[in-house]
């Protein structure tokens, strides 16, 4: 490892910066990035990762995580393979290599991992989530937008292939469901990655704007500044319920994101997060927990996720616990998503496995048939064994997955938190939301009972 001063690219956003170091390091090398968002050590920064084309598109978001290299000065860390031997090797490659080959034929033949996705994107939740009255619109004030299909998967991917993108595209070397595509213009020039479907839904259906190509300009705006898609459009929502935008203002998005990325008076509010500008306009219809923004699921609607949101130990994170995957895709089983019964538990397993799954570095999306297919699971447990020479069961999976969850929990309480921080805001359980006019009824018995393990 060595350090170089880089004063020269203080300021830079990813897509510039990147280009700047490929200029000096070359195409090969991998690139990790902050733009000014984190430099500036906003709250609602992100790490940039390249992608397998040497783009800025691929980000670690939620909570801050760019503000703590920026924090340290570091404004990117270049990945160079010249020389590198493989760090780690399976301990029984022949076995690794079986279970790595059950484990993919699982997924293949999933409807969600093997068809849905590649052929979509997590972008053809729009429509589903619309169905199911799950769709937060307008800060989450209606279940249902009246222009989901004009941004939905199926409008994208048709536009797309007219245009010459690609709807299938794997976001890393190795990726066997392609879920991330690529998003050109009119004249087939590149503008982003395949927005995800919380971008679409927070810059769409969130604020009341229809407009495809420009949420995808959003999306690519986002990754240049550094900024975490779901957080930011949660807070410009929030910024239109105070009146400083119109509904359906896609303009006056953008050029709020612009002001995010300069680091304006106002773009320091909006890129401290959803929380932070609701105080700052006196907003209490602020769809957080633990300061952090709710993804593209109203919780009145989708329950077990609701659960989630409300007890993860990073507040209001839905890849912690994916409900969805339960209440309204029917993976491992259905449960009613507008029932408070039973979802404690829905959400209790899911954060466990969760874990457990995050810790091996597999995409979060191999859990749709993992919950549907034993073998696919047994498959994963084999690959662990052989990487390593062990001889875990299910059973040590899922002690390694409440492990992890205890440190959490443990770390959180040092920190500050209890229980009373595990709640959802309070006007999710006072308005009903349409269509089916359900509110938040989760009791805070059940929520308490989360981590009972």
Not at 217 to 230: K, V
Not at 299 to 312: D, E, F, H, S
Not at 320 to 334: F, P, R, S
Request: glycine letters at 12%; aromatic letters at 8%.
């Amino acid at each position: 490892v060595t350090f170089e001063k880089c004063n020269e690219y203080r300021m830079f956003s990813n897509y510039p910066l990147v280009a700047a170091l490929q200029e000096k390091y070359g195409m090969e090398p991998g690139y990790v990035t902050i733009g000014t968002a984190g430099e500036m050590l906003m709250c609602n920064s992100t790490i940039c990762f390249t992608d397998p084309e040497g783009r800025a598109t691929r980000h670690a978001g939620r909570g801050g995580v760019g503000a703590v290299m920026g924090s340290k000065g570091i404004k990117a860390i270049v990945l160079d393979p010249a020389g590198t031997p493989v760090i780690r090797k399976p301990k029984n490659a022949e076995a690794f290599k079986a279970a790595s080959r059950a484990f993919a034929q699982g997924l293949s033949s999933h409807p969600v991992c093997g068809t849905g996705l590649p052929t979509y994107g997590t972008n053809v939740l729009v429509n589903i989530l619309n169905e199911a009255g799950g769709l937060p619109t307008k800060n989450f004030s209606v279940g249902r937008f009246e222009g989901a299909d004009k941004i939905c998967a199926e409008t994208m991917v048709e536009i797309q292939k007219r245009r010459g993108g690609n709807p299938t595209h794997g976001c890393h070397r190795g990726c066997i469901m392609k879920c991330s595509g690529i998003c050109v213009d009119e004249n087939g020039e590149f503008v982003s990655k395949q927005p995800e479907y919380e971008t679409v839904w927070s810059h769409g259906a969130h604020c009341g704007v229809d407009d495809l190509d420009k949420i995808i300009l959003c999306d690519r705006l986002e990754d240049d500044y550094g900024l975490d898609t779901i957080e930011t459009g949660a807070a410009l929502g929030v910024l239109m319920e105070a009146g400083a935008l119109k509904w359906g203002d896609i303009d006056g998005i953008i050029a709020m994101i612009h002001e995010i990325g300069k680091g304006t008076p106002m773009g320091r509010i909006l890129g401290a997060g959803t929380a932070t500008t609701a105080r700052c306009f006196g907003i209490e219809r602020a769809p957080v927990v633990k300061g952090q923004a709710m993804p593209a699921y109203d919780p009145r609607a989708v329950k077990g996720q609701g659960v989630t949101y409300a007890t993860t130990t990073m507040g209001a994170d839905h890849t912690a616990g994916y409900a969805v995957a339960t209440n309204i895709l029917g993976c491992g089983g259905k449960t009613d998503p507008l029932s408070a019964e039973g979802q404690a538990e829905i959400s209790r397993n899911l954060q466990i496995a969760t874990a457990a799954i995050d810790a091996t570095g597999y995409c979060l999306f191999t859990a749709f048939a993992l919950l549907d297919q034993p073998e696919t699971m047994q498959a994963l447990v084999d690959t662990i064994n052989a990487m390593y020479d062990l001889n875990m069961t299910l059973d040590d999976v899922t002690e390694l997955g409440k492990d992890i969850l205890r440190k959490e929990r443990a770390f959180n309480a040092a920190a500050g938190f209890t229980k009373a921080h595990d709640r959802l805001p309070l006007y999710f359980s006072r308005e009903s939301v349409a269509p089916h006019n359900v509110r938040w009824d989760v009791s805070d018995e059940d929520l308490d009972s989360v981590f009972n393990f």
